[in-house]
């Protein structure tokens, strides 16, 4: 939950945000948590916001990027990437993405990040270092 910690080996985990993106105004909010994880030199090296825009009060390194979802526009997610501002993004979420699509999706985060922020699309289940 949000404000819990754990650790995973030298790796802490932090739970935050708290809250789901709105899916519709008709409907409740639900509950999400974000995690940020990290180390004591970069305690925000990754964070996951899961369902939801949630903006951290700290420098993110790798954001995890939600980019496309039932929930989501497109114009979201660039707004958001913009307000995390990190090192690189790499996305998530983007599996009802048809194929021939990813271009579209892809090249608006890449062309709209903000200036020194990396759109990198990840290989499909893969070890990788970013």
Do not use: C
């Not at 105004?25 to 509950?31: G, M, Q």
């Not at 995690?35 to 903006?55: A, K, V």
């Not at 496309?68 to 983007?94: C, F, G, S, T």
């Not at 990813?102 to 990040?113: L, P, Q, V």
Request: glycine share 8%; no cysteine.
């Amino acid at each position: 939950r949000p404000g819990d910690t754990f650790e995973i080996g030298e790796v802490t985990v932090r739970g935050t945000g708290g809250r789901h993106a709105v899916i519709h105004p008709d409907l409740p909010v639900i509950d999400n948590t974000a995690f940020l994880l990290g180390d004591d030199e970069n305690p925000s090296r990754l964070l996951h916001p899961g369902d939801s825009l949630y903006i951290p009060h700290e420098r993110v390194d790798v954001l995890a990027l939600p980019s496309a979802a039932p929930w989501l526009k497109i114009w979201e997610a660039v707004d958001y990437l913009r307000a995390v501002n990190p090192r690189v993004a790499v996305p998530i979420h983007q599996a009802i993405i048809a194929e021939q699509a990813n271009g579209i999706f892809y090249g608006r985060y890449s062309e709209m990040a903000p200036e020194g922020t990396e759109f990198r699309v990840l290989p499909h289940e893969s070890d990788i270092e970013v």
